[in-house]
Structures are given as C-alpha cells and as structure tokens.
C-alpha cells in the first residue's frame, strides 16, 4: 500500500521557468509534510516542510502548497536553475516518515 | 543540521557475509532511523534503533536479518546479514531531534552483493 505517491517520474524544465513537482498522499492522518532533494552518491537533503494545518510554505525560491480535501502537495520552484536538477521526494510524517517514489527533475540551459 | 558520517561508502560483498554499517553524529539526538533504498524505489524505513533497547522494525523487516545496535545518542550500527544479491541497496543512517519535524540523511553505503 503506496501511502505517498509521486505519478510524474520525470520532469524536464528549462533554466528560469517554474518547475512543479506533484504528490499525493492516502492518510489524512499526517502531520507535517516534507521535500527532499537527492543527488547521485548523496543522502536525501532537505528542502522544506508544511504543517497539515497551513495550506503553503515558502523559503526562497521554493513553495510548497497542500490541498487537505485532495490529499495533495505539490512543490513550486521559480526559477528553476541547472543546480536544481535532481531526484526530489515527497515524505509525509507522523512519527515517522514515509517518502514517495520520486521525480526526477532536469533543468536545461 | 547534524553532521551524519557513515561508514563504508560503498562495499562489494560476497552472498551468505554480513556487513556491518556504522552511523555517527555530531550531536546527541532523539531518533535514528535506518533506511534502505533499492534500485529505482524510493526509500523504506527499515527501523527505528532505540538507545539501549531492541530496534522498533517495520512491517518485512526482522531482527535476525538486519540487526541494529544504538548504544548512546550519537552511534548506531546496521549489519546486514547473510547477505544475497536481493540486498544490493543503498542505506541511509537518519536522525532526527525532538522538537523537530526535518530528519536529516548521511550519504548512504552503497552495498553490492555478489
């Protein structure tokens, strides 16, 4: 049972546009929700949480937005730069995290 | 954020030894987590490793499979045991601190079995 789910294994952008990164989740449960960046050979990073009782984050350049009645989050990137591009991951908390399959976003010149 | 080391980076074993991975931070935290990511999957919570008591394991994984040792806040050991090509992964040592919602990563040992 895929509690967090991310349909979009791939994402391609070009350099300066928005990238959106979408995830879905089951258990309305939850608590906290979270964004990882990942690169090849590296541990997850951090990136950006929200709390189930906020409907948006933002730190810099990164957004991330929470619909409660879809069970959905979706992560906003403006602008996307060549740097951004990675393996992102949608986790969603209580207790413990449980991370989505992950969407790999290029970003191109 | 905590500084996670882990040890070894990366390993080739043979199938039927065990791998002992080792987890030290920085700073004395609340939790750690082991995690495993597979080919191509995303990453799987294998256990909670408790200070001074049994790890707390998810639903597939055992005790006499992956035992776990955490014998103060900041040092935790995973062993991979009787290893087959099935547990070619990488794993992520993972800590958290109370009070906080983020669980930061180590770099992960990318094991091989052949």
């Known amino acids: 049972d895929q509690q967090v789910k991310q349909n979009s294994p791939s994402l391609s952008v070009q350099e300066g546009r928005i990238s959106i990164l979408n995830c879905d989740y089951t258990?309305?449960?939850?608590?906290?929700f979270l964004w990882y960046k990942k690169y090849p050979a590296e541990g997850p990073t951090f990136l950006i949480s929200i709390s189930s009782i906020k409907d948006k984050n933002e730190d810099g350049r990164f957004t991330v937005f929470l619909n409660k009645s879809a069970k959905h989050l979706s992560l906003h990137i403006v602008p996307s730069q060549p740097g951004d591009s990675a393996v992102y991951f949608c986790?969603?908390?209580?207790?413990?995290?449980?991370f989505g399959t992950g969407t790999r976003l290029q970003v191109f010149p | 954020s905590a500084v996670i080391s882990q040890k070894p980076s990366r390993d080739i074993c043979q199938r039927g030894t065990s791998l002992t991975i080792q987890c030290q931070v920085d700073s004395q935290v609340t939790m750690m987590f082991w995690y495993r990511q597979q080919p191509g999957q995303s990453l799987t919570l294998i256990a909670t490793a408790n200070q001074g008591s049994e790890a707390t394991y998810e639903s597939g994984f055992v005790i006499d499979k992956f035992p776990i040792s955490r014998p103060n806040l900041t040092f935790s050991t995973l062993t991979v045991s009787n290893m087959s090509p099935e547990d070619s992964s990488i794993y992520l040592c993972?800590?958290?601190?109370?009070?906080?919602?983020?669980?930061?990563f180590g770099q992960g040992t990318r094991l091989t079995v052949v």
């Open positions: 986790a969603a908390s209580r207790y413990k995290l449980i």
């Open positions: 258990n309305s449960m939850f608590d906290y």
């Open positions: 993972s800590v958290r601190s109370q009070g906080r919602t983020e669980a930061f």
